[in-house]
């Protein structure tokens, strides 16, 4: 399969998509002040200022909006990475280049779940100044980058910082669910800034500028260029990202359902639910076990798995189970995730905010593995530290039976009594620890939600 040429130019296979410039990258120098002057002449010429028309809804009797970001050249014939809320609802993508050239962007493929969108401009027989992209995953905490980016409209600023954290998984730009792992940093970024990329002190794009924080200062986030490469390959090859679905809700391992399930440590995404008639459900994987490993690559936190299946192609797959203190392999057939209805990101069991407890229901495998005999009630997960629950006694492994005079067996039944509850007032929850049951008086403390 073969890239669609640009005008008078060869085609170019999709390996090389992103071309690597190899040894004529210099090493990472120490910082000198030439440092950042070397990166803005060698990368500057690749970045694109942005300029995009939206469509207006049918009933709206307002002009189309115009609104501007930032875009880099990823491939001499014209490939152009930016995000996908730059240009999503576009009724016009125009490019600008440093040198003051002027284009018309079409749209390849954008996916909202990642903000990542791949645009096409043709330069006719002219090859463009590209930017090389790095590894992200080799990227260090503490590490010099530097921002290119178009903010308010200033054309190609330069500003430069540290990298200040990395796998940034809960932040979620305007409230989007979506797939996130960002890099953190503090080279300073505005709007106008989004889709730029940021650089590393070799010359290599590692992250594309997506989202600030407003309230703060000094806190943007970055998508790693590792994740772009995976996404923008499937853009090329099919307009949109195939998503395929396994069916099952993880969660992360705390250290004290370590303990309980047995586990030597905290890696791996243990399965809180399977959906009924899932992928997942199909290869016999249970609520309880714990998936270590997604065909061959290591699960290091419970959303690794949602991520990896988000990225796979609809296939076979090897998964690495964990259950009853032993490690089994199961093979699962993923199918295609539907547009409509894009695989969930991992759900947390019930956590009331009233209580600060995490409740689950009580299947056979987790009776099992944590040693009841029964499957009445809701088990109790996680204790917040200095929640109510906790200054009232419950425990992690504690069962609950009863909340006032309303015995519960399901979620549904729970959030449905939780919800009749109002602030300051007194509940009973009747428990049970170790085969032995008790009454718990707790406060509620905040507002029912």
Avoid: C
Wanted: glycine letters at 10%.
């Amino acid at each position: 399969m073969t890239l669609p040429a640009a005008a008078g130019s060869s085609p170019v296979g999709e390996k090389t998509l992103f071309p690597s410039l190899g040894r004529r990258l210099p090493p990472a120098l120490p910082l000198t002040q030439q440092t950042f002057v070397r990166l803005a002449s060698r990368i500057g010429p690749a970045v694109v200022h942005i300029t995009v028309l939206h469509r207006m809804p049918e009933k709206e009797t307002r002009r189309p909006s115009r609104e501007q970001g930032t875009g880099f050249i990823i491939h001499p014939s014209g490939y152009i990475v930016t995000n996908n809320h730059v240009v999503d609802n576009a009724q016009e993508i125009r490019v600008r280049l440093q040198n003051e050239r002027d284009f018309t962007g079409h749209l390849v493929g954008g996916d909202a779940r990642t903000d990542i969108a791949l645009l096409k401009i043709d330069p006719g027989p002219t090859a463009l100044a590209w930017a090389p992209v790095g590894d992200s995953d080799t990227l260090q905490i503490g590490e010099w980058v530097v921002a290119i980016g178009n903010p308010f409209g200033l054309d190609h600023t330069v500003t430069a910082g540290i990298v200040s954290a990395k796998g940034r998984r809960d932040v979620q730009p305007g409230g989007q669910s979506g797939f996130f792992d960002f890099i953190q940093t503090d080279a300073s970024i505005n709007p106008g800034n989004s889709g730029g990329p940021l650089i590393n002190t070799r010359g290599e794009v590692i992250g594309i500028n997506t989202a600030i924080n407003v309230a703060g200062s000094g806190i943007g986030f970055a998508i790693p260029i590792n994740i772009v490469k995976v996404i923008v390959q499937r853009l090329h090859k099919h307009g949109r990202v195939r998503r395929s679905w396994l069916g099952v809700y993880p969660q992360p391992i705390t250290e004290g359902l370590r303990r309980a399930f047995g586990l030597p440590d905290r890696r791996g995404a243990l399965i809180a639910e399977v959906v009924s008639g899932s992928p997942a459900e199909e290869a016999g994987i249970q609520a309880g076990d714990v998936i270590l490993a997604f065909d061959g690559r290591p699960l290091h936190r419970a959303d690794d798995l949602t991520w990896l299946a988000s990225i796979t192609e609809p296939r076979k797959v090897t998964l690495q189970v964990f259950r009853h203190g032993q490690k089994h392999s199961v093979e699962a057939t993923l199918v295609e995730a539907a547009e409509e209805e894009p695989p969930p990101p991992p759900r947390p069991p019930e956590r009331p905010s009233a209580l600060g407890i995490t409740v689950s229901e009580l299947t056979p495998q987790l009776a099992r593995q944590l040693g009841y005999t029964g499957r009445e009630g809701l088990i109790v997960m996680q204790v917040d530290p200095g929640s109510p629950a906790m200054d009232a006694g419950v425990e992690q492994g504690d069962v609950i039976l009863q909340v006032n005079d309303r015995p519960v067996h399901r979620l549904a039944e729970y959030a449905e009594t939780m919800h009749q509850v109002q602030a300051g007032q007194m509940i009973r929850l009747l428990v049970r620890r170790e085969e032995r049951k008790v009454w718990r008086n707790l406060w509620v403390a905040f507002p029912k939600r």
